[in-house]
């Protein structure tokens, strides 16, 4: 059974970098599938962040993509997200995902989800 | 970036009925239409796929249909479990997004 988990800080100083790490088991990153951040907020709803392959080749969503850093460790199997120059606005539950991608290069759909960690942003 | 409504916001239903939400894209998206489940302080769950394909382990009572703008998701007799907030997704195009949610209520 796939699980994911995630982890990291709950409150973040505005100005400052929102980091997460997504632990997964019952299934090695190595063997495929994207991996990637969903967020979701009760002004915005779900927002798709990211995702990330094995390689380390990623997809961002545009909106963020010049804040946002995602990498991979397949050591360790763990996934990361690294959101910089936070505000108010990011505040938000933020989940990691097993993300299926089109051979096209484009998102399919997210079928394994972790339990959600919420972020807020507040100094 | 497309644009995907869902209506109605909420509705109240009882078990045993027959209920459908719709979905509506500001562009076509062919069949590249998904639908999640998402109980409260729980991560949304994959129900269906490509608009009518339906994920492992989802019970039949799901259905969806649809394709170009227009899509909808059935439960064709609700069960306790079932009461939850709804949600399509297109992944036509990048980014992909999601619709505003249906609440699915008692």
């Known amino acids: 059974q796939v699980q994911l988990q995630e982890s990291g800080p709950g409150l973040v100083k505005p100005s400052e970098t929102l980091s997460l790490t997504c632990t997964v088991s019952?299934?090695?990153?190595?063997?495929?599938?994207?991996w990637g951040w969903i967020r979701q907020t009760p002004g915005k709803g779900l927002e798709w962040i990211g995702s990330?392959?094995?390689?380390?080749?990623?997809y961002h969503n545009p909106s963020l993509k010049s804040r946002v850093t995602i990498s991979v460790d397949t050591s360790k199997n763990q996934f990361s997200l690294k959101l910089s120059s936070v505000t108010a606005a990011d505040t938000a539950v933020y989940y990691c995902?097993?993300?299926?991608?089109?051979?096209?290069?484009?998102?399919?759909?997210?079928?394994?989800w972790g339990q959600g960690t919420l972020v807020t942003v507040s100094s | 970036d497309i644009q995907m409504t869902q209506s109605p916001s909420s509705l109240s239903a009882s078990v045993g009925d027959r209920v459908t939400i719709t979905c509506r894209a500001s562009?076509?998206?062919?069949?590249?239409l998904n639908w999640y489940q998402q109980k409260p302080g729980k991560a949304p769950k994959l129900l269906i796929y490509?608009?009518?394909s339906l994920q492992s382990g989802v019970p039949s009572r799901f259905s969806g249909s649809g394709s170009g703008t227009d899509f909808t998701l059935t439960i064709s007799s609700l069960q306790p479990e079932d009461f939850a907030t709804y949600y399509c997704?297109?992944?036509?195009?990048?980014?992909?997004?999601f619709g505003q949610g249906t609440k699915l209520e008692i």
């Open positions: 995902a097993r993300d299926r991608f089109r051979s096209s290069g484009y998102y399919f759909s997210s079928d394994y």
């Open positions: 019952g299934y090695s990153i190595s063997s495929g599938y994207y």
């Open positions: 990330i392959y094995h390689s380390g080749s990623t």
């Open positions: 562009q076509s998206i062919s069949n590249y």
């Open positions: 490509t608009a009518s």
């Open positions: 997704q297109q992944s036509y195009s990048s980014p992909c997004s």
